[in-house]
């Protein structure tokens, strides 16, 4: 048996989702687009259950409407089970009703009725099933209340079939048969295209003819308006009628949200507050946890004065145990050192995945976005923008698939476009390393200026390739203001904990192939004359001589040093931006066996060139999961190399000027 | 751009006239961009419904607005295409 999951955004659909799946999901892509599709097994049965697109309507007109579309009717679904947010219920129902038109039968869930009371609602669910024709289940997905009833309902097929419901006046229910009576036997879901006639929907007018479009223009002749906005009038009169049975509602003023917003909407307190929240973040993220688990968790890996680490002692076992010096190195300054690397940003990674998911779900981030349209707009941006732009300073991969939510083509390619400027958790390995060796106790308020310069060249950038390629486009914004929640805890935690193992995932699989291919390169010369430090140095290994090959690339940014080993690593960000301080480790290791900028290979850096370096692999080509990411959701190469390089140009340009200033002071 | 006037109660206008707080009714549509059209109609903003307008965004656009139950946030030049007639 099939179940599709339908229901508006922020109807809770993924909180249900979860609760009914327990971890039993898969992630994937519906075919040909970038949308994201889950499926899973509803616990303690054998029911498929298919989440679709959040959508408030089945209209022809946004991708993730068409998906959700074509699952109703090509897959078969054996029920739909409608997820409603009872506190917007008049809205929530519009799906429903083209839902039921389907004939399919549905489920709907009544979810967040812990706090229908709160918000002086009270709902009749007997009436209003009744009224509709379909089984009603309140539940709270959130508390977990009332799931249980929800599958066994489900699993037990306990629920009142699909009854045709009729919600039109009599001419146009009239107009609807005759038009259903047309349709030879083969067609399905007969009354559900008959409607999409009168809508004028183009995906079903090879069902129309001449008869039955002069029937529909009598219609809208009668009501004085066109199908499309007679059919979605109707719908909300019939709900409006309904409604007035089933619901009571006593008229709320200023609730908590209405006064939270009086603040962090003030006209004058909205951005200083935005900046400080951010602010906080990095402080948090970068700055205090930092602070204390880097050299904790480097001193693991690669050992202290004070711990032994795991390299160290895994290189003393090999060797006891009559291993070779080179299979041992291969161990300790290879792989260890390179994934260790990475593995010591996993505190900070958590702590930023977590307060941006407590951002997100408490409803703030909604009003970034609303806020900051104005600007966004001026600069060809849309307010929507912004959560690729948050979401993005946790991966830009997934922050580039959430530019499909902004609806106009222009604001959505620029925002893809310019979505790899905000530097990635594979970025802050970068910034945390550079800024804290390089500056200390301020070093938090070098990364928080790397995000200012991120967001300016980002408007910055907007705005000259709007005035220069995307000129005179009328664009749209409309969004739901959701009312301020209080995050949930088992929400936020399986949120940061997907996200934080798939970055350790990434540093058990590409970082570490890596690590070896780098430490072997970096060990041997092209005679396979293995790198011991002394007779031979690691200024002829292979490394060197491909690093050697471009270094003049970086030889401003580096200001005026020709450096084969910063180089060779910063190409290395196309596999993965982490991979370049893996690549330094690596080499420092191999070289000296001392933590990167202890090591002779990299003293050249000071504090000026260890921004410069930093902003160029912040602003260059993003990795190469992001530059196919980009191409997908581009649709073709052309612009996505036009992107890759303008996004490297620009960042070289940066970081040679920033460099410049190094050379000068040295002259 | 369009002129900003001031609507009293009983007047017709654009929904992008409106000051905070005030509320209206929906008397037609006129734009030409369907996917925009279709996407209010969907959201609710149907020949009818009453509007109140919420809240203003801090830079003075977009703006919140609240009907059947819910808010909705909407840019100025978007809801000059809605017609209304200011009924508080
Ligand atoms: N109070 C309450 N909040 C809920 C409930 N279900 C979900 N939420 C919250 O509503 C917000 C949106 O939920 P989410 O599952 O992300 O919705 P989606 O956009 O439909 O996937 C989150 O902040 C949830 O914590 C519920 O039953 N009660």
Redo the contacts with the bound molecule.
Sequence with gaps: MIVGLY??????????FNELTGSNQKVGNWPGVTIEKKEGRIKGSDIEIVDLP?IYSLSPYTLEEEVSRKFLFEEKVDVILN?IDSTSIERSLYLSTQLLETGIDTVIAL?????LESHGINIDIDKLSDALGVTIIK?????GTNIDNLISTIKEGNYKKNSNLKIYPNDVEKLINEISSSFNESIDNKRFASVKIIEHDRAFQILNNEILESRSQDIEKKYDMDGEQLIASLRYQFIESILKDSVKRTKRENTITDKLDKILLNKYLAIPIFIVIMGLVYLLTVGVVGRYTVDLIDSLFNGSSSIKGLGPLLEELILNAGGSPISASLVSRGIIAGVGAVCNFIPQIIVLFTLLAILE??GYMSRISFFLDRVFHKFGLSGKSLVPFIVGSGCSVPAIMSCRTIEDKDERHLSILLTPFIPCNAKLPIIVLFSSFFFGSSSWLVSFSLYLIAFLIILLSGYILKKLFYKGHESTFVAEL?EY?L??FK?VFKDVYDKTLAFIKRAGTIIFIFSVIIWFLSSFTWRFEYVDGENILIENSILASIGNAFSWFFYFILGGNNSWAASVSAIQGLVAKEQVISSMSVIAKVSDNEAIFNSQIFSFFTPITAYAYMVFNIFSAPCIGAISTMRKEFGNYKDMFKAVLFQTLLAWVLGSLIGLVQLLISI | MQKFKTLKVGEEGHLSDLKRGQRCVVLNFHNDNNALRRRLLDMGITKGVIIEIKKIAPLGDPIDISLRGYELCLRKEDMYGIDIRVVE
Excluded: C, E, H, R
């Design positions: 229901g508006n955004q922020n109807s809770g659909k993924t909180t249900l959040g997820i979810n967040m009725v812990d706090i539940i709270s997905a959130k508390n779900t408490s959701p929640k995050p949930s929400y």
